[in-house]
Nanobody, 125 residues
Framework: VQLQACGGGLVQAWGSLRLSCAASGRPPSTYATGWFRQAPGKEREFVAAIARSVSSTEYADSVKGRFTISRDNAKNTVYLQMNSLRPEDTAVYYC???????????????????WGQGTLVTVSS
């Protein structure tokens, strides 16, 4: 599986961005997809994930109600819609793939098998 993340950029606080994670080699319906982020000087942290079952999703408390993860099987792409962005959301965002059962939603980075390159999100105050 190869993952390509894009959609990052500079946005003002309270603005919105949509990140995309395009997959090749194997469709994203066959694995869970997660989004993680890493801010300068901090460890990589979980943001959101979607299971093979699109009805099963998980979010970090810090983004609940603001971010939405979704998947378009026809486009082999997983999205992260980010609304009401805050300066503390500034980070490099990574998407990752994890093999598992239909409702499996891993939240630890060590549970993921493949990673895409990051895309930088900068939120100005």
């Amino acid at each position: 599986v190869q993952l390509q993340a894009c959609g990052g950029g500079l946005v003002q606080a309270w603005g919105s961005l949509r990140l995309s994670c395009a997959a090749s080699g194997r469709p994203p319906s066959t694995y869970a997809t997660g989004w993680f982020r890493q801010a300068p000087g901090k460890e990589r942290e979980f943001v959101a994930a979607i299971a093979r079952s699109v009805s099963s999703t998980e979010y970090a408390d810090s983004v609940k109600g603001r971010f939405t993860i979704s998947r378009d099987n026809a486009k082999n792409t997983v999205y992260l819609q980010m609304n009401s962005l805050r300066p503390e959301d500034t980070a490099v965002y990574y998407c990752a793939a994890a093999y598992g059962s239909y409702y499996y939603i891993p939240v630890r980075s060590t549970q993921y098998d493949h990673w895409g390159q990051g895309t930088l999100v900068t939120v100005s105050s």
